[in-house]
């Protein structure tokens, strides 16, 4: 699958990958430079450049989403290094929130001075991807619309197979 060459790009269609949103939705929450300029403040450059590398491999090696996600799941997100890095980033889109990496990651790789526990923006807790996911509005954050408690919540029904 294709991937492109510029850094925060890549660290886009990751993202896509991940959350299951499309990169034109990712772009849209207007939070991706945001979010992998925390991933490099707190994991450093290195790591986070190895992060990308591993993660062009997974691509590298997948001809379809199905392919993506197993190759993902097998090089990233069960890597002692890089899971944490993904668990992370996962954490950003869609609670819009940083938590610390674990002690054994710490101890391992080295703490990072801006690894606490912290929302990066009132526009981050806003373009949160739990929101959409839950077909709903963050409370307090972004109006429905006048009237619309009139009307019932929209039931989602999830068509996807499930997956084995």
Do not use: H
């Amino acid at each position: 699958m294709y991937y492109p060459p510029d850094p925060e790009d890549q660290f886009i269609a990751i993202s896509a990958a991940l959350t299951a949103y499309s990169t034109t939705e990712i772009t849209a929450t207007g939070q991706a430079a945001e979010y992998w300029n925390i991933v490099l403040g707190v994991v450093g450059s290195a790591i986070a450049g190895d992060f990308l590398s591993v993660c062009g491999v997974a691509f590298a090696k997948s001809e379809d989403i199905d392919a993506l996600e197993k190759n993902l799941d097998r090089l990233v997100m069960k890597d002692p290094c890089y899971g944490p890095i993904g668990q992370r980033i996962l954490g950003l889109w869609y609670v819009s929130t940083w938590n610390p990496m674990p002690a054994a990651w710490c101890d391992a790789y080295g703490i990072g001075e801006n690894d606490v526990m912290f929302i990066p923006s009132p526009a981050a807790y806003k373009a949160g991807l739990v929101w959409p996911t839950f077909g709903s509005q963050p409370p307090a954050a972004k109006a429905p619309g006048y009237g619309s408690w009139e009307y019932p919540p929209i039931n989602i029904v999830n068509t996807d197979p499930p997956k084995s």
